[in-house]
């Protein structure tokens, strides 16, 4: 339990070619990938994801990045990875990033920030279900 995390390469990334850099950072990192797909959300499935921010200032252009391009949703299963796998992205704003973190070396700006993860395990659980489903889904989470 609680060893599973969401991870999406976001569409700036996969747009700037850096998906695969992006994915050995991750596997090295010690991560195990459970489920892996690329889709193009749409304007609906892009605001049941971020549900959460609805309403807040930047939710509209947060709704246009994601939908802007192809983005590759990965299932992640590692000892503690919800707080293991946002060590490894760095804060928000890649300003504020670590160095050698994903967004330090990958983002842009607070906005076109290379990819995402989940910040509880409650969350990460969800996440994983809004992209994978059946059997791919209790592979994931078996029993
Ligand atoms: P997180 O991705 O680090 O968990 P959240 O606060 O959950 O950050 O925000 C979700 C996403 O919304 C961010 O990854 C980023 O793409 C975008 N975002 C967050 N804050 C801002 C902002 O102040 N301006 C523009 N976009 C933002
Ligand atoms: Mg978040």
Known sequence: MNDKTLAIIKPDAVNDKKAGEIITMISQAGFKIKAMRLV???KE???GFYE????KAFFEELIDYMTSGPCIPIALEKENAVEDYRKLIGATDPAKAAEGTIRKLFARNIQFNAVHGSDSDENAKKE???FFSGKELLEIYPG
Request: hydrophobic letters at 30%; aromatic letters at 8%.
């Open 40 to 42: 193009k959300l749409t």
């Open 45 to 47: 499935s892009a605001e």
């Open 52 to 55: 959460i921010h609805k309403g």
């Open 128 to 130: 994983i279900s809004y």
